[in-house]
């Protein structure tokens, strides 16, 4: 019998829930209540937010996906005394809807932030947004899931060790919330910085092709690893169906049906040649669950 607790569980192809467009079968558990989360979080287990920054592996993976359910996708406004005003988002809520109710609300503070996918969790997670103004840093505080608490708890933005590409809660830690004090603004003067930040995007970025958005960190700041991987001449690159954007350097994109493994073999490709030529170690920003591309790229100078 199923208890009204108990979280959806159902097979499904990580193809169908990743911006890539890869991955093979799992077990994906539907959550929409603390008491599901407390009761799971003993297991093995990964999370799935919108998907965006994301490689699976062409067979699935053995453990259990877990994603936050309609519950955690909601938002809501409130006016302040002081003429401000405070949005509370759910972390299920995908990031590019909530750009679009703040448009509409003639809510300013989160327009440049156009084009990029993916959940409003998973963008907190990552930080995702320009270095110093990502999203997470221009958050009032975070709901989030205290795996050592076993509890929800509230934490504001100076609390959190925020970094680039990190929001710094740590394994097992689920983002579950968020609030954002924002100004109000002339709705069509906001639009019109939204379109400029999703054509700026959209004049050096493929979106209209399947990927997961920078493959590498920056090296350091002000070094630009998509810049060094023109300068070197990767674009064009491929292996199978995974090929290095033409557009941007740093964008891998699926051109029909490449497989993990395609796209872990190009990164080795690249980051061997990066090294070989610049002595320069490209980390990884995507985020590759049950494939595993080489860190043994220093070894083979020839």
């Given at each position: 019998m199923t208890c009204a607790t108990?979280?959806?569980a159902r097979t499904v192809a990580m193809a169908n829930l990743t911006s890539f467009g890869i991955g093979g079968p799992v077990e994906l558990i539907t959550i929409d209540s603390l008491d599901q989360l407390a009761a799971l979080s003993d297991r093995p287990q990964r999370w799935l937010g919108g998907g965006a920054n994301l490689l699976v592996a062409d067979d699935g993976l053995p453990e259990p996906v877990l994603t936050l359910g309609r519950r955690y996708a909601g938002c809501h406004w409130q006016d302040l005394p002081d003429g401000g005003l405070r949005l509370r988002a759910g972390a299920a809520l995908g990031l590019p809807g909530l750009i679009q109710r703040c448009l509409r609300r003639?809510?300013?503070?989160?327009e440049d932030l156009a084009a990029i996918p993916g959940s409003v969790g998973g963008a907190l997670w990552m930080n995702?947004?320009?270095?110093?103004?990502?999203?997470a840093e221009r958050v009032r505080r975070l709901r989030w899931w205290c795996p050592q608490e076993r509890r929800a708890r509230w934490s504001w933005r100076e609390e959190l060790p925020l970094a680039y590409r990190g929001c710094g809660l740590g394994e097992g830690a689920v983002i579950l919330a968020a609030e954002f004090d924002l100004q109000p603004g002339p709705v069509a003067a906001l639009r019109q910085r939204f379109l400029a930040a999703r054509q700026l995007k959209a004049d050096s970025q493929?979106?209209?092709s399947p990927s997961a958005g920078c493959v590498f960190r920056n090296p350091a700041p002000g070094q630009s690893a998509g810049r060094l991987l023109d300068e070197l001449g990767t674009k064009g690159w491929r292996c199978g169906d995974a090929v290095v954007s033409a557009q941007h350097a740093n964008f891998i994109i699926n051109a029909q049906a490449a497989r993990a493994s395609e796209v872990c073999?190009?990164?080795?490709r690249l980051r061997r040649h990066v090294w070989r030529e610049r002595r320069v170690a490209l980390e990884l920003e995507i985020v590759c669950w049950g494939c595993h591309p080489s860190d043994d790229f220093r070894q083979n100078d020839h």
């Open positions: 108990d979280p959806q003639g809510a300013a503070g989160l995702a947004g320009p270095p110093g103004r990502g999203l493929p979106l209209a073999a190009l990164i080795d």
